[in-house]
């Protein structure tokens, strides 16, 4: 069963924008922390940003200022607005999130690619 699904992925050119969209099944429920991971060829995956219940946010250094985490928690959904859009963004992005009962889920991944 899939239970997070992330949508919006694409191609642009550098300076464009993308919006991500991941939509978590109603039959997750206590989540406290929606996140945004991603990882390029060659590289770790890496945070990109995380908003917790709450609304507090974290933001990794490359992103702040042109990424934009939001989150509906009525509709357990999170979204990640893209802004500036840079070759170096060029990733395959992935919905997180976590529960209070310690589990993790994970979406399948949208891919990112941003052309110079």
């Known amino acids: 069963q899939v239970q997070l699904v992330e949508s919006g992925g694409g191609l642009v050119q550098a300076g464009g924008s993308l919006r991500l969209s991941c939509a978590a099944s109603?039959?997750?429920?206590?989540?406290?922390?929606m996140g945004w991971y991603r990882q390029a060829p060659g590289k770790q995956r890496e945070l990109v940003a995380e908003?917790?219940?709450?609304?507090?946010?974290i933001y990794a250094d490359s992103v702040k200022g042109r990424f934009t985490i939001s989150r509906d928690n009525a509709k357990n959904m999170v979204y990640l607005q893209m802004n500036s859009l840079k070759p170096e963004d060029t990733a395959v992005y992935y919905c997180?999130?976590?529960?209070?009962?310690?589990?993790?889920?994970w979406g399948q991944g949208t891919q990112v690619t941003v052309s110079s």
């Open positions: 109603r039959s997750i429920f206590s989540i406290v922390v």
């Open positions: 997180m999130v976590a529960t209070i009962n310690t589990h993790n889920y």
């Open positions: 908003i917790s219940s709450g609304g507090s946010t």
